[in-house]
């Protein structure tokens, strides 16, 4: 969804979509790219039933990419092509923004931020922040709303975290401890006891 956002967003700070957009337009389409290379690491290295799965989206991707720029270069003109390719950007920047929603819910649900690293809720409040600001200044609200949005959402994040900080790896400590007879922990192999070496060696009698 990111990849996707950022080239839409990428299309639509071109000059012939909306003016004075050039810096959405560089921005986004760098971040394209660097979207790009992660997708590519993951398709790489990633089990056969994900990589047909991540291939499938990919193609929605770019498919999707395809139709709004097709369809805004033959079909639309002026101010109907800015508000076709504006609200394309911004209903696709919605669902980047919201995609961390279930990572929130199982936040609440195990009271526990393992599955929410820091500094992606704090980069997500400080780039929608950002945009916000930027949209607002240019009166550009196909910026300002969904960033607006992702804001709010990056500030819910920050906020789950601050409450539930302490409760990181929580529920995996305990849950080791609870399974104490387990010989494998963290990787590494617990050595049996003294007496538990004792009592599989055969007796002095009995070597050959």
């Known amino acids: ?8 967003s990428a299309w639509y700070g071109l000059p012939f979509v909306s003016k004075n957009n050039t810096l959405v337009t560089v921005i986004n389409g760098t971040g394209a790219g660097i979207e790009a290379i992660y997708v590519l690491i993951f398709i790489i290295y990633a089990p056969k039933k994900e ?25 639309l003109h002026g101010k109907s092509r800015r508000y076709f390719c504006g609200f394309a950007a911004a209903i696709f920047s919605v ?35 950002s945009w916000f600001i930027f949209g607002l200044l240019g009166n550009d609200p ?21 409450i539930y900080r302490k409760n990181k790896g929580q ?3 305990k849950a080791a401890a609870k399974d104490g007879g387990s010989t494998m922990e963290m990787g590494l192999v617990k050595r049996p006891d003294k007496a538990t070496v004792t009592a599989i060696q055969p ?6």
């Open 1 to 8: 969804m990111t990849l996707l956002n950022c080239l839409l």
């Open 171 to 173: 529920k995996d400590e």
């Open 203 to 208: 007796p002095e009698n009995t070597r050959v």
């Open 95 to 129: 669902i980047m923004y919201g995609s961390p929603l279930s990572i929130m819910r199982t936040v609440i649900k195990t009271k526990s931020v393992e599955f929410m690293p820091f500094f992606l809720s704090l980069f997500v409040f400080l780039c929608g922040t």
């Open 51 to 75: 990589k047909a799965k991540v291939l499938g989206l990919v193609t929605f991707v770019l498919a999707a990419f395809s139709t709004v720029a097709l369809v805004s270069v033959f079909a």
């Open 142 to 162: 196909f910026v300002y709303v969904c960033n607006g949005f992702g804001s709010v959402l990056g500030a819910l994040q920050l906020i789950l975290y601050a």
